[in-house]
């Protein structure tokens, strides 16, 4: 099974809806019968590349339909969970014997990956208040909305450039709130170390943010 999309289907934007056979559904799609459900599943499952390709030109629309329902059409939130929807169908699909059963699966799927979606935005925000407190960074970004936007993209841009090892301790600190004698205890260095390694860190975070604004400014 891959651990991934098939390359075949890596940056496709919105493919067409297959329409050859099977009965029409409500939203323009097509039901498959049984025994081409059981057919295109067991395939997915064994990590057939043309099979995956069969499924994207299928269900793409519809699962993006779906969830743009659920968002109450927030299409670029609509779109994110699809993309991670989607991993997760490569990941672990199974075979399925009737196209109801099928669906509810992928809509169950569809359904967790806006939820975890949501749930890194708003840890990005909460990381956006805190990263801020530290740094000290209010004179600098100001408070309006875009501002804090701005400030949120270039914060994801630094800290996805900072090496493995200050990367993991920022996302240790300030994503999943370990405390710092929790991060020394794991990391057998002294509490002492950990807050150096963290105020290094958040001021390289900071410098890199400041000049990446002066450069947008001149």
Known sequence: MPAALPVALVGRASPRVARAG???????SRRHPPHQIAALTGALARGDEAAFREFFDAYFDRLLRYLLVVTGGNEPAAREALQAALIRVARHVKPFDTEEKFWSWLTVLARTAL???SKK?????AFLE???RHAETEDSFGSDGAADEKLRALLKQNLSALPPGERDLVEQ???LRRSVREIAGAGGITEKA?????SRTRQKLKDAIVASLKHDQA
């Open 194 to 198: 950990v807050e150096s390694r963290l």
């Open 121 to 125: 935005q708003r840890r990005w925000f």
């Open 130 to 132: 805190r990263f801020s």
């Open 115 to 117: 939820a975890d979606e």
């Open 173 to 175: 600190k300030y994503f």
């Open 22 to 28: 099977g009965d029409p559904l409500e939203d323009g």
